[in-house]
């Protein structure tokens, strides 16, 4: 099929951001221990890697005991600052390739969709750090949207854009919104999601280089 329009998740399908995301999870968990409002646990990297690709309500609403709702509003502020800390020290990191096959798409004439379950300032300080609208015609966070899910999002923006179009992502919010919406869908096996999030996705690829032999 010929696609026009690329919608492309961001973490873990472009940024390989349990990076920075890892040790500023540790830092809020740390807050919530100190004030009684979780035990004690030693978080693993693949455990903390589930809540990427989830926005902010979604993910803290998996805790128990409940979080009230305005120390999640700090834990979520103390992440956002340490995740923003990090990029603006130039410790972001994409996935080998991530540039190169943007700039391959942009090429090609597809329009280029970022779409991401996340903070508006988070996606300003990438687009800014690497300098995303060299290639990205147009972005959209879940913020935007008053984090409503990214296949409502995908839902309200599909009649703006050219068509037939191309959802990519790493998490099962990916693939339900190409599902949805009766879009085709490229699950990203490198990045954050299990293997049960990926069923009925379109294509699949280990590497985001693949997108340049798929299209």
Not at 95 to 113: H, M, N, Q, R, S
Not at 129 to 153: A, H, N, T, W
Request: net charge negative; charged share 25%.
């Amino acid at each position: 099929m010929a696609y026009k329009t690329i919608c492309l998740d961001y973490d873990g399908t472009i940024h390989d951001s349990i990076q920075i995301y890892y040790k500023a999870f540790l830092k809020a968990f740390d807050y919530l221990v100190q004030y009684g409002h979780q035990a004690k646990k030693d978080w693993t990297k693949d455990e903390v890697k589930r809540f990427l690709g989830q926005n902010p309500p979604e993910m803290w609403a998996s805790f128990q005991p409940a979080i009230p709702p305005e120390v999640i509003s700090v834990v979520s502020k103390m992440i956002g600052e340490a995740m923003r800390d990090s990029i603006l020290n130039h410790e972001g990191v994409l996935f080998e390739g991530a540039l190169d096959t943007l700039a391959y798409l942009k090429e090609k004439g597809y329009t280029l969709v970022y779409l991401s379950n996340s903070k508006n300032y988070y996606m300003e300080i990438n687009k800014n750090e690497f300098q995303l609208d060299r290639y990205f015609d147009l972005f959209v966070s879940s913020e935007m949207y008053d984090y409503i899910p990214k296949k409502d999002i995908l839902k309200k923006l599909k009649s703006t854009l050219p068509q037939p179009i191309l959802m990519v992502g790493d998490r099962i919010h990916d693939m339900e919104s190409g599902h949805t919406n009766q879009i085709d869908t490229v699950a990203c096996l490198y990045g954050y999601g299990k293997e049960e999030e990926f069923i009925g996705s379109t294509y699949q690829i280990n590497d985001i280089r693949a997108l340049k032999k798929l299209l």
